[in-house]
């Protein structure tokens, strides 16, 4: 496991000099950049075109848009341990929590303008309240749902930003004036899991951690997929015919996308139809829960809409939810369902698992099987998983689960951690199968030549020296 120490080492290493152009060819150009904005804030030679982060300016190589961005190295052991105290447990589909309970606000204001049980609203607006916080990084949106990233200081700003958006929006990118133009000291965060590992980044990653990661809550969405602005705009006029500025509020809900017209009125499709908007980053997403968050919250698992399934994860996040409910400023209940929040995230997870042919064919020169690279691709496209959980993804018996397991451990294709088993690296995988194949291809050659063509030369001279027609190759013999 990667210690802090040596995480420092990487974060100082100057050889490394990491620029844009990293940046660019490892996370913007694989469509891997989730517009959270990060890099934006850090460096001002950062700018967007073409809703694309893009160099403006000469790039000194400070390497810190790339360490810092939420889609590069992210150690998790690290991030687990500074997080979550020990005793917390963890589930492989709702990641590590203390609690899940339904709850909502008391507050029939913020219940009008929620996109659920409103609290998101009244969890920021108690976080305000006692101090724990002085402004939070959020998004809010025009009358004609253009998103926009800004930071809310006030309860007023706070309560005008309820609703989900469900369009990207680069929150990260007001980091910056948080912190050097309005000096907040404390601040909150409220977004997408996409975005929350470069907020834990800023908040735990020295240098920037020392002088600026002042984040003291961090509140995830729960989110299966998100759209641009401009394939909301295109989705909501070619499938539903109407312009966004008709619409009030959007909401997604039992496999439907749904709108709610300013006239009253409200028009729904299948979710299904909407899958070819998505946001393409979103296909390599597998976190639905917001894993790192302090706190995440979203609607799946309660019994109507005008409740949230709250998840609470960290010490901080139980010591204000808490404090909230001790001040009626929510109320919880006990009917939640935490399998249908699992089943939302277990779909997550499972939209890359297909392994293609392709790889099958070329992998088996490895002597490997097809279910023994179909494990290994499982995992690098979830990234980890128990047994239980890779035996439900992969429907077979526990027992030959248990056996490709245990083969791919040996071999060094995965490794274990806590309960949990990752894959390694397929560079190092296939390095790895590599040399052994040349170690033993070597070693073959070598028992060849040392003994097997010595045997083969004697029986030859032995049987064949007086035949004319051989004695030109007597010269390779000696
Ligand atoms: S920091 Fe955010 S916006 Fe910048 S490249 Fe990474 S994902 Fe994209
Ligand atoms: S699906 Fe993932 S990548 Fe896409 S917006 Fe949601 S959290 Fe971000």
Same mark, same amino acid.
């Given at each position: ?44 030679? +950062? ?103 800004? +930071? ?23 980091? @910056? ?38 984040? @003291? ?10 759209? #641009? ?111 249908? +929040? @699992? ?101 073959? +050659?070598?028992?060849?030549? #040392? ?28």
């Amino acid at each position: 496991m990667i210690t802090k120490e040596q995480m420092i080492e990487y974060l100082q290493c100057d050889i490394s000099s990491y620029g844009f152009q990293d940046l660019f060819d490892l996370v913007i150009s694989k469509q891997n950049c989730v517009n959270c904005g990060a890099c934006l804030s850090i460096c001002p030679r +950062i700018g967007i075109e073409e809703n694309k982060p893009t160099l403006i300016d000469y790039d000194p190589e400070c390497s810190l848009c790339f360490k810092y961005c939420t889609r590069t190295f992210f150690p998790r052991n690290f991030f687990e341990k500074e997080i979550f105290k020990e005793r917390i447990q963890k589930d492989s589909l709702l990641g590590y929590y203390q609690k899940i309970t339904a709850a909502r606000s008391t507050d029939n204001n913020i219940l009008k303008n929620a996109q659920n049980g409103g609290v998101v609203t009244s969890l920021l607006l108690h976080a305000l309240d006692t101090g724990l916080i002085d402004g939070v990084l959020m998004a809010n949106k025009d009358e004609r749902w253009h998103p926009k990233p800004f +930071i809310a200081r006030s309860p007023e700003e706070v309560r005008n930003a309820a609703g989900s958006i469900y369009a990207m929006v680069p929150t990260l990118s007001t980091y @910056k004036d948080a912190v050097c133009k309005y000096k907040i000291e404390n601040l909150g965060f409220v977004g997408l899991p996409c975005q929350i590992q470069a907020v834990r980044k800023f908040q735990l990653w020295p240098p920037l951690s020392d002088k600026y990661g002042n984040f @003291k809550l961090i509140i995830g969405l729960f989110c299966s997929s998100n759209y #641009s602005y401009d394939s909301m705009y295109t989705l909501i006029k070619d499938l539903i015919g109407i312009s966004l500025g008709e619409i009030k509020k959007i909401d997604v809900s039992h496999g439907k996308f749904i709108v709610y017209l300013n006239n009253g009125t409200m028009k729904e499709i299948s979710i299904k139809d909407t899958n070819r908007y998505h946001y393409s980053s979103c296909e390599h997403c597998k976190d639905y829960t917001a894993y790192f968050a302090d706190i995440s919250i979203g609607s799946v698992g309660v019994p109507s809409d005008n409740w949230n399934s709250v998840i609470i994860r960290t010490e901080e996040g139980q010591r204000l939810f808490n404090d909230a409910l001790t001040r009626r400023k929510i109320i919880i209940s006990n009917n939640i369902d935490p399998n249908k +929040i @699992k089943k939302a995230s277990k779909k997550k997870k499972m939209q890359m698992t297909e392994t293609s042919d392709k790889i099958y064919s070329a992998l088996k020169f490895f002597d490997v099987t097809k279910l023994e690279v179909k494990t290994y691709t499982t995992l690098l496209s979830i990234g980890e998983a128990d047994l239980f959980m890779l035996r439900d993804i992969m429907k077979l018996k526990p027992e030959i689960i248990y056996n490709i397991i245990k083969k791919l451990k040996q071999r060094k294709w995965i490794f274990k951690y806590q309960n949990f088993y990752r894959p390694i690296n397929p560079s190092q995988v296939i390095k790895n199968e590599i040399d052994q194949i040349l170690t033993k291809f070597k070693n073959y +050659i070598d028992i060849i030549k #040392s003994k097997i063509l010595k045997d083969l030369t004697t029986k030859f001279i032995q049987n064949n020296l007086m035949d004319l027609e051989n004695l030109d190759f007597m010269d390779i013999f000696f």
